[in-house]
């Protein structure tokens, strides 16, 4: 029953958008503005640096918070990345903004960030490589996400990489306009 009631938590956490917040304290409805998203890019766009931070800091923060209350709650390390993976949800697909929510990179980072810090790693360094080549954040980033699920199965075990690839799945389908313009703004030009 602690678990139902945990995955109930997670979903609805994941639901409190900060970009949300910060736009209601300046005033101002991001849906109506620039990509119309509710998440940190969107936030910095429109509000300034100080609006991504918060954003970021406060998105990834709530996907971190959900992992650490499944350790806090002694839950299987199963039952907590399914949690985290509900958090991602709730913050894509928002009840009470009827599924129109952001676009998870904040939120991903930090369920990933606080389950498995070392396959994180390879998010990071799979990122780098891709945004030196490619200089577009949003392709290096959807390079990056499925480098986390194939570091879960090279370091803790397959059902775990299998979960989190559905999400990596659902972020990527979420991009999937983004990953077109910048592709098509960026990719040879010469042609």
Not at 7 to 18: D, H, N
Not at 107 to 118: R, Y
Not at 126 to 148: C, D, E, H, K, Q
């Amino acid at each position: 029953m602690i678990q139902l009631g945990y995955w109930v938590v997670s979903y609805l956490v994941g639901t409190i958008l900060t970009a949300w917040f910060v736009g209601k304290w300046k005033g101002v409805d991001l849906r109506q503005h620039e990509s119309g998203n509710l998440g940190a890019r969107n936030a910095g766009t429109v509000l300034g640096k100080d609006a991504f931070l918060v954003t970021f800091l406060g998105d990834a923060g709530k996907g971190a918070l959900i992992i650490g209350l499944g350790h806090w709650l002694n839950l299987s390390l199963i039952e907590i990345a399914i949690g985290g993976i509900l958090a991602v949800i709730g913050h894509l697909f928002p009840i009470w903004l009827k599924g129109r929510g952001g676009k998870g990179i904040a939120t991903f980072i930090g369920v990933t960030l606080a389950f498995h810090p070392l396959a994180f790693l390879a998010v990071v360094v799979v990122f780098l490589v891709l945004f030196a080549i490619l200089r577009s954040a949003t392709l290096a980033m959807n390079g990056a996400y499925p480098a986390y699920a194939l570091a879960l199965f090279f370091l803790k075990n397959d059902i775990f990489s299998y979960l989190f690839l559905i999400l990596v799945v659902l972020i990527l389908w979420r991009h999937r306009f983004d990953t077109k313009e910048s592709w098509d703004a960026r990719w040879w030009r010469s042609q």
